[in-house]
């Protein structure tokens, strides 16, 4: 995999050029935590530095969807005009039969685009964190790697952290933006909490197009969905030029014994390659029409295989102990299914700032700042409950299921994209509310 440029990488503690008085840590250099700290600089003039812990800006690669409620966001945060340049906009949906018929087609996000003015955006992970990092750097943010935290100390009027190599921060408050397996959630906020592997596990890769021959590669833009007794399989370009796919298998499957459980991990040894192509060709041998063809021939040009178990966290975890708040998946990580992950993370961010904004004397006394926490804490979790329960909803979907089962998924969904009218339903009635939701329309 090809990683992003290490634009703003830093490995000794140089202060912010910042001359704002007030600063924040933020642990997590992924989306979520530079997110934050861009917010913070541009609309609270909050001094943030970041500190993460792996050695490099690094990703597990895929590509990731992003819906209207996100895209205008990623707009306000001033970094998706760039992204708009590598990331693919085709919000056309196929959804196929096992046998290869289309079940239905639509567009995801026809109505929210009309709407919000913004729509769907399918992009690499590397290139949405290239974005960010690059964002970051012009703002003379500073981002220290390979920074693995030990502890966590409020002092009061302040918020302390030592990492393992001796190195200690103070500042006025500290995120954890650091993902599902949070070592700020561990050390500090909820110990207690930890992350529940769901059952299911994704297998994936990127190829180019060119690679497929241009009859396959013409019949690949837009997004394409095929639910099979084993799991579900997918596939959608993912680049401004549509020259390169993302395909996926999710399935159930048995959490494999090794260091890289949590994380997931690439597979790119000729012999572990070979393995899950037969694994997968297994699971298609039932995959019928022209579009089965071209689902092997993606698991067959494929070189490099990503694994991924899928986990979660439960509901009802605490998210803000003292100065520290936990954001995104961090205080609340959802499986995919829902495609709104980075868009929660996002809304987290500007739902925060708003509240540091409304409270201008936060710094003074923890009282102000637990009183920006607690109203974070009530606006979001609602919102959060709501699209985890329809992520859980759409994980069924994958389940494995027999003959019979099959039939009565696909007549289901054959009913969602072509019957529902007969019913007097909108069919994409909740989703468009779930994409045209503003966070900086809600009170707070």
């Not at 019949?219 to 796919?245: N, P, R």
């Not at 201008?360 to 606006?379: C, F, H, K």
């Not at 329960?389 to 979907?397: F, M």
Request: glycine residues 12%; contains cysteine.
């Amino acid at each position: 995999m090809v990683m992003p440029k290490k634009v703003g990488h830093s490995h000794s503690l140089k202060p912010h050029p910042s001359q704002c008085s007030l600063q924040a840590i933020i642990i997590g250099g992924g989306p979520a935590g530079l997110a934050t700290a861009l917010l913070l600089e541009q609309r609270n003039k909050i001094s943030p530095i970041v500190y993460e812990l792996r050695p490099e800006p690094t990703t597990l690669g895929g590509a990731i969807g992003i819906p209207s409620n996100g895209t205008r966001l990623l707009h306000r945060l001033g970094v998706y005009d760039e992204l708009l340049t590598r990331g693919s906009s085709r919000s056309h949906m196929t959804m196929h039969s096992e046998r290869g018929t289309i079940l239905g087609e639509t567009d995801v996000v026809g109505a929210a685009k009309e709407a919000t003015g913004f729509g769907y955006m399918r992009i690499k992970r590397t290139d949405l964190l290239e974005v960010f990092l690059k964002a970051v750097d012009n703002a003379g943010i500073p981002v220290h790697y390979n920074k693995r935290l030990v502890s966590i100390t409020d002092q009061g009027d302040g918020v302390k952290v030592t990492f393992s190599d001796g190195t200690v921060d103070t500042a006025d408050l500290l995120l954890g933006c650091d993902g599902i397996h949070s070592a700020v959630r561990r050390v500090s906020v909820d110990p207690a909490v930890s992350a529940d592997y769901t059952g299911m596990a994704g297998i994936g890769s990127i190829i180019p197009t060119s690679v497929l021959g241009e009859d396959a590669a013409s019949l690949l833009s837009g997004m394409h969905i095929t639910m099979m007794q084993e799991g579900m399989a997918a596939s959608m370009t993912c680049t401004a030029k549509d020259d390169e796919v993302y395909w996926g298998f999710q399935r159930e499957v048995s959490l494999p014994n090794g260091e890289n459980d949590r994380d997931g991990w690439e597979v790119r040894r000729e012999q572990e390659v070979a393995g899950f192509k037969e694994l997968l060709h297994g699971v298609l041998k039932g995959a019928g029409g022209q579009w089965g063809d071209i689902l092997r021939s993606l698991v067959d040009k494929t070189s490099v295989v990503k694994f991924y178990p899928i986990f979660r966290l439960p509901s009802g975890g605490t998210w803000h102990q003292g100065r520290v708040l936990l954001l995104g998946d961090a205080a609340h990580a959802m499986p995919p299914h829902a495609g709104q992950g980075v868009s929660m993370a996002l809304e987290d961010a500007f739902c925060l700032s708003r509240g540091l904004g409304r409270k201008q004397n936060w710094a003074r006394g923890t009282d102000d700042l637990n009183e920006v926490y607690e109203t974070y804490d009530r606006t979001r979790r609602p919102r959060i409950d709501e699209i985890a329960a329809r992520s859980s909803g759409n994980a069924t979907l994958r389940k494995r299921t027999g003959r019979w089962g099959m039939m009565f998924k696909e007549f289901g969904l054959w009913m969602f994209f072509h019957g529902s009218w007969a019913l007097g339903m909108d069919k994409w009635g909740s989703e468009v509310k779930q994409m045209v939701y503003d966070i900086e329309e809600v009170e707070i």
